[in-house]
């Protein structure tokens, strides 16, 4: 099955930046839509930002003009890009496909805290 593997997490000050990435083991960016989700502490897991296979991108109205969603089809990558960051933003943060979904991977940590 293709795996997911997320990186690019850390511990930023509210305003900064970070940019995620999601590498998938198998050739599916193309094909499948793709998504980035988040989950903090106590809460459910929520979706971020959705990419489809024709390249349009949503977004959840709380990051809509901050994060930008990406790919690179050669790559096998997804990418995250989260400017102006808050300390509301804290989570791990998971990419998956939309649907069928996969198997979550280890996620990366985004803390926004001064």
């Known amino acids: 099955q293709v795996q997911l593997v997320e990186s690019g997490g850390g511990l930023v000050q509210p305003g900064g930046s970070l940019r995620l990435s999601c590498v998938a083991s198998g050739s599916i960016i193309s094909m499948y839509a793709m998504a980035w989700y988040r989950q903090a502490p106590g809460k459910q897991r929520e979706l971020v930002a959705t990419i489809y296979s024709l390249g349009t991108t949503n977004y959840a109205d709380s990051v809509k003009g901050r994060f930008s969603i990406s790919r690179d089809t050669v790559k096998n990558t997804v990418y995250l890009q989260m400017n102006s960051l808050k300390p509301e933003d804290t989570a791990a943060y998971y990419c998956?496909?939309?649907?069928?979904?996969?198997?979550w991977g280890q996620g990366t940590q985004v803390t926004v805290s001064s």
């Open positions: 998956n496909r939309v649907n069928p979904r996969l198997s």
